[in-house]
């Protein structure tokens, strides 16, 4: 916005049998954008399903939470948080009662957290169909929400993207008479982005199940993956014991 405050405008989510996004202009404010999908993920065929957002901890998860704070008295969700020793968020636990005494729980986790790579290495490493695409990030602002004309200047894009690839990207839409539409162009880059993670994650757990025969949602962090594989593939509590200290000898060993 006008004082440099970043204010969420769009949203989405992907799953095996689900696919939405949203923009702002279909909604009062970005506060009840953001809870209307979190009302179309807990759906009961949904009951503890893990989603993973890219950068959950430092950016998604903040902006999730304050908007489901301020909408608190229009919805029933009961929120749970977990961090990790240093009191950073991990995850976000999102549940709420529904009729004949069932509830519905979803887990928000950072697939940073398991992968800390830019998604743009990730979709390449892990040779995915879809690939990171480029966006305008420093054009977008609430005056220019619904923006439609030429392509935005190539500063806009110089983070990641060459003065060559920008030319051919323009000449594209002047060559084909195109018109760049903000609203067009942001869902189709989040489209791409939910595809390309969703991609990334299908493929690391798989490789993963294949190696190790241990599920990634099992656990919230690249470490907590580690020790799951050890002590399920490789530990033995009856021949190498490893024995837990707490206390002072704890605390002299962190130290």
């Keep these: 916005n006008d004082v440099n405050i970043a204010i969420p405008y769009s949203i989405g989510f992907k799953s095996e049998n689900d696919f939405f996004t949203s923009y702002i202009d279909n909604f009062d404010n970005k506060d009840l954008m953001i809870l209307d999908c979190i009302d179309k993920i807990c759906i009961l065929k949904n009951h503890n399903m893990k ?21 608190a008295n229009i ?17 976000i636990e999102i549940s709420k009662k529904i009729a004949h005494k069932k509830s ?20 390449s490493v892990f040779n995915c169909n879809v690939q990171k695409s480029v966006f305008p990030y420093e054009f977008m602002a609430a005056s220019t929400i619904s923006y439609r004309g030429d392509v935005p200047a190539y500063s806009y894009f110089a983070n990641g993207m060459s003065l ?44 993963i199940f294949r190696q190790f025969g241990v599920n990634i949602t099992k656990v919230r ?9 050890f002590t399920s593939k490789y530990y033995s509590p009856k021949t190498t014991p490893i ?13």
């Excluded at 993973?52 to 704070?69: C, Q, V």
Aim: negative net charge; charged residues 20%; aromatic residues 12%.
């Design 221 to 229: 962090t690249i470490s907590g993956l580690a020790f799951l594989i």
């Design 104 to 123: 519905i729980k979803i887990s928000i986790l950072d697939s940073c957290l398991l992968l800390p790579q830019s998604l743009s290495k990730l979709a």
């Design 51 to 71: 989603i993973y957002a890219h950068n959950m901890s430092e950016f998604d998860g903040i902006i999730i939470l304050k908007s489901l704070m301020a909408t």
């Design 164 to 207: 060559e690839s920008y030319t051919e990207y323009a000449s594209n839409y002047v060559e084909n008479n195109l018109v760049w539409d903000s609203k067009l162009e942001t869902i189709k880059y989040l489209e791409n982005d939910l595809n390309s993670l969703y991609e990334v994650m299908m493929s690391f757990n798989k490789i």
């Design 243 to 255: 024995y837990f200290t707490k206390g002072k000898i704890e605390n002299f060993i962190r130290e």
């Design 75 to 91: 919805h029933d969700y009961k929120i749970k948080l977990f961090s990790n020793n240093e009191g950073k968020l991990v995850s």
